[in-house]
């Protein structure tokens, strides 16, 4: 008895392959197995490597020269092209794909969606000219773009992480103004793509999944699809809409922000194999797959907004280009996207990175103010004698809920500019710390949170030396601050910190730290 299961499964990995590749794959069969099989392959009315026939230069397809071959994949040929009686001017591309036979029906949606395309005008897609069928060969005749592939120009480019979301949101464009206009591509990949010389982008073959393939319910096996960025929904022959096109997108995104597809081709690369990597296999992280200064860019937004992208589920992907679009252009303005838990500690974070500039001269600001309050103080106290002032509970109120030590903590600010920020922050602070103690004795209480902060930041920042330092001084500072605020319950805090923090000085910080 034949298995059903088994032969649909064989036919998969032979559908698109050679008679002699088949007879490989099937040679250890049973005889009424191999025969199902290859009645199936026989019967099935689109193989997608197909090839268009061999057209010589000079021949035409309705009103337009064919010129020499551009190119050539499963769905067809690529030539170059010019209006019939134009010169010498070869500014267009024809695409033959060779089917057999078309019905009446068939060629009225042909017809129909030619028409469609030819009106749909944008700067960022490649313009389609015109269409027809010849002897049963469809011929697309579209703007000839010269350029590179996107995923190309930005190697070539080696354009960083905001430069790539910039350039990509172009696609974006293109593909939602398309969207507007019922027409989805569901072929987006980096070929599809092109950068002109310009720098500006085009969405090439607009349209042309769906010319070749009439049915909207066709089955998985004659519905022609690009590894890795066809969907789910795609390859399993359900119903596309635009969330296909979101899904192709966020693939596209992912290949260019880390110069990998989202998925490994599979040991055995067959159509079959590829669809089941697709539906079944969950694309690592962004920010695993590339090197650890590119990761922290990736980590966190980035991988946020791209894993909803590529949702196996399409309900769970954004609910078109404009909702994708919308949240690069949040993270590209630094506010919260709507990918990431809306946590009042994510809000927070997020304002303070965007305005740290704001913060850190508010700071260095505030800091002043305090020690220049202080010296008038001490100024007034030698000529009138002493007098309470408000300056350390000032400090003291600034110092515990210093924002970038917040920031720091969060783990958020780094890097060399940062580094330099905090070093000019102690520097002030040693200013005022070398002063006479007898001076200081308002601002001990600032001085010992001062420096447990720079220990802090510089925990995070893995500068061990400068770390201990500052540890150091908040307890000497600490110390000394009880003896004239006894009963300040910030001190014992301070101090219970200090401790903490000394102890994990030199060690790489983990998730359990906690202080």
Known sequence: MIDPKRVEELFECCWGLTPPEWEEILKSEDLEVIERVQVLLKLAEVPPDQPASDVAPGERRGDYEIGTLLDEGGMGKVYLARKAGSGDQWDLVVKLIQRVGYSDDEKNFFASEIEALAQLSHDGIARFVDGGIHEGEQYLVMERIVGDSIADYCETKDLDTEAVIWLFLQVCDAVQFAHLHAIQHRDLHARN??????????????????????????????????????????????????????????????????????????????????????????????????????????????????????????????????????????????????????????????????????????SVSLMFAIWRAHIAATEYARTHGPAKTPVSGLAMEYLENWPLSQAFEAGLLRGPQLKQHVDAQRQFVEEIDHLKNRQLAELMPSLALSWLNLARMYRVLGETSECKQAVDRANLRSEQAVRYFPGVPQLKIVREQARKIQGLCGRTRGSSDVY
């Open 193 to 362: 793509v092109i950068v002109t010389p310009q720098g500006t982008v085009k969405v090439i073959d607009f349209g042309i999944a769906k010319l070749t393939d009439p049915n909207a319910t066709a089955t998985a096996s004659s519905r022609p699809f690009t590894f890795p960025y066809a969907s789910p929904e795609h390859v399993t022959g359900e119903k596309t809409d635009s969330r296909t096109d979101v899904y192709a997108l966020g693939a596209l995104l992912y290949r260019l922000l880390t110069r990998r597809d989202i998925l490994p081709r599979p040991t055995i690369d067959t159509s079959r194999n590829q669809k089941k990597m697709i539906c079944d296999i969950e694309p690592l992280l962004a920010s695993e797959t590339v090197d650890p200064h590119q990761s922290r860019q990736l980590k966190g937004d980035l991988d946020n907004i791209l894993r909803r992208a590529i949702q196996k589920d399409r309900v769970d992907r954004f609910r078109g280009v404009q909702d994708f679009r919308d949240d690069l252009m949040l993270y590209l303005e630094g506010d919260p996207v709507t990918s990431t838990a809306q946590t009042p500690l994510y809000r927070a974070q997020k304002y303070i990175v965007k305005h740290w500039v704001a913060i850190a001269t508010l």
